[in-house]
């Protein structure tokens, strides 16, 4: 069974505008990480949020994480033709205070960045 | 060179053959995984080894076996392949410290007929 489910499916934006992608899962995790994939390549890790954590920032990239809503956002800024993938969450649902080193992965969300 | 390399990239065969997929890395990992992605599924957990001695089921293990070499080197085989079977697989390696994130292969596109 799938653990994050992941919204929108796909979405289309011009370039320099945000995108905004959400993650929500079931189970309480260790940590959430989002994966980027490009069209017959393998998945990319992008950033980590542990589970402690409530905002994290990479680049043009800003994760957000709500354990009481069991939910994720990524947030790209001033989005650009080349970030156009397929975006992955994952989680990692622990096992005590150790990560269990398996991932599940959410559906996806298909970006399209028009130039 | 990639770190983690799958081979072959694309196989076509028939209902009913032994089908073996490889996976090799130059990471020092000690942590491997296999994959499965199918359109609207996202990747599923196929089998997993934290080490040279260590092989585990995932969350679809039924129809696939595995067998690990090596710390470098993973396969994963189809005994008797069937057309659900159909689907990108994916290799995976990870560090086993706390929270490391997954490093993948290209993926193989097997298709069964």
């Known amino acids: 069974s799938q653990q994050g489910e992941e919204d929108p499916q796909a979405l289309s934006i011009q370039e320099g505008e945000n995108a905004t992608m959400n993650c929500s899962y079931k189970t309480s995790i260790n940590n959430l990480q989002w994966y980027r994939q490009n069209s017959g390549r393998g998945l990319v890790h992008l950033i980590l949020?542990?589970?402690?954590?409530r905002e994290k920032h990479s680049g043009r990239l800003r994760v957000t994480l709500d354990t009481s809503k069991k939910s994720s956002s990524l947030l790209i800024t001033a989005s650009r033709a080349a970030d156009t993938a397929s975006y992955f969450c994952a989680t990692d649902r622990g096992h005590g205070s150790s990560n269990t080193g398996k991932l599940i992965f959410g559906q996806g969300t298909t970006l399209q960045v028009k130039p | 060179d990639a770190d983690v390399t799958q081979t072959p990239r694309n196989r076509i065969t028939k209902t009913g053959k032994r089908i073996m997929l490889e996976c090799s890395q130059t990471k020092g990992h000690d942590r491997m995984y296999w994959y499965r992605q199918d359109p609207g599924l996202g990747l599923r957990l196929i089998y997993y080894s934290f080490d040279v001695k260590d092989i585990n089921k995932g969350e679809i293990s039924d129809g696939y076996s595995v067998s690990r070499q090596a710390q470098a080197k993973f396969s994963l085989s189809l005994e008797s392949a069937i057309p659900n079977q159909t689907a990108l697989y994916f290799c995976?390696?990870?560090?086993?410290?706390?929270?490391?994130?997954?490093?993948f292969g290209d993926g193989t596109r097997l298709s069964i007929l």
């Open positions: 995976a390696t990870s560090d086993d410290e706390y929270n490391q994130p997954q490093h």
């Open positions: 949020i542990r589970s402690n954590e």
